[in-house]
């Protein structure tokens, strides 16, 4: 964190003139910002797409919203400080959460970010971080779809005009491409993967319903999963049960089931949206072959023919992808 000092003076500089520095100007940029469950990431990308500066700090979750805007805007500055000569003129966020685009409002959020919901995001940073960067405008989007927006602009998906992105980590979530936009929805829901019905038998959701996608096929619901089947205790999470499936039968049987789950979700989704392709990203699908094959295995089972060329890929852009995705949303607020 830094305390907001501006060493060389640099800083105000570019706040008050054009951002055109003879001396090595960088010229316009974007502020991306990522705010997850555990992490909150901001960075600094030029028209190139090139990332000039990133810095990153756990997100105060507990501590409520102010606590979290505050550490976007610490970030925010040490990135700032970090690229003299570059001029900020849009701010973009991926944030954990149901979102309202338009308002840029936080709709509903897990308990995992206290008093999220409610939140006028993109009122409150504009205000927050116009000292920093003038009244530079703020979009705000769901982490999920600022990952697909990367994905489709900068990495697997690119060229694509459709697509389902699923991000499978500590939870599960979705997002769809159409006609090369995300797909919102009337609610602003489109893509809660989570808590699609698959009939979990006895597996409790974060939404409190039972038989939801998440209760099995996030990473939380993988380890439980393997605990209800009478796993070592020891154990502490997905990846320590993914890392036992070789040699652990109950583990690879939580595995496959978990994978199962999800790949027999995403064939209804794929089912119904047809989409160019799907990318698939998230710590548990990094766990690879012993969670993708029974993933795969299950999802092709299920496809109809005129489905079975459907390609199906990892992300390409890993944990960079809502940043990539947040930045190309903030340089289409401004036409770029
Ligand atoms: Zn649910």
């Not at 705000?140 to 992105?165: C, F, I, K, P, T």
């Not at 690879?252 to 995403?266: E, F, M």
């Not at 060329?309 to 340089?331: E, F, I, K, M, Q």
Request: glycine share 16%.
């Amino acid at each position: 964190m830094t305390d907001g000092r501006h060493g060389d003076g640099s800083l105000g500089d570019r706040s008050l003139g054009d951002g055109r520095h003879g001396d090595g100007s960088l010229g316009d940029a974007v502020l991306a910002v990522d705010i997850g469950g555990t992490k909150t990431a901001v960075a600094l990308l030029d028209g190139e797409h090139a990332v000039l500066a990133m810095a990153q700090a756990p997100t105060p979750g507990a501590d409520g919203p102010d606590a979290i805007i505050g550490t976007v805007v610490a970030l925010a500055q040490q990135v700032v400080e970090r690229a003299p000569g570059a001029r900020v003129v849009a701010t973009g966020v991926g944030t954990a959460g149901t979102v309202d685009v338009d308002r840029g409002a936080i709709v509903w959020a897990t308990e995992t970010l206290a008093d999220w919901a409610g939140t006028p995001l993109a009122a409150s940073l504009r205000s927050r971080l116009a000292p920093l960067v003038g009244d530079a405008p703020v979009q705000v989007q769901n982490d999920v779809d600022a990952h697909a927006l990367g994905e489709l602009r900068r990495g697997a998906a690119a060229g694509a005009r459709s697509a389902l992105m699923v991000a499978v980590g500590t939870g599960i979530g979705a997002s769809v491409i159409v006609d090369g936009r995300v797909l919102r929805g009337h609610r602003h829901v489109a893509g809660a993967f989570a808590h699609v019905p698959v009939g979990a038998a006895g597996l409790r959701c974060t939404c409190g319903r039972v038989g939801h996608l998440e209760a099995i096929g996030g990473g939380l619901g993988l380890h439980r999963h393997y605990l209800a089947l009478g796993g070592d205790r020891s154990v502490a999470d997905a990846r320590g049960v993914a890392g036992r499936a070789p040699h652990d039968p109950i583990a690879r049987r939580a595995v496959a089931d978990s994978a199962a789950a999800v790949g027999r979700a995403i064939a209804g989704a794929a089912t119904l949206l047809d989409p160019e392709l799907v990318v698939l990203s998230g710590g548990v699908v990094a766990a690879g072959a012993v969670w993708w094959a029974p993933m795969e295995s299950a999802l092709r089972t299920e496809l109809i023919e005129v489905l079975h060329d459907l390609p199906v890929v990892a992300g390409s852009l890993g944990g960079a992808a809502p940043l990539h995705g947040a930045a190309a949303a903030a340089w289409e607020m401004v036409g770029a």
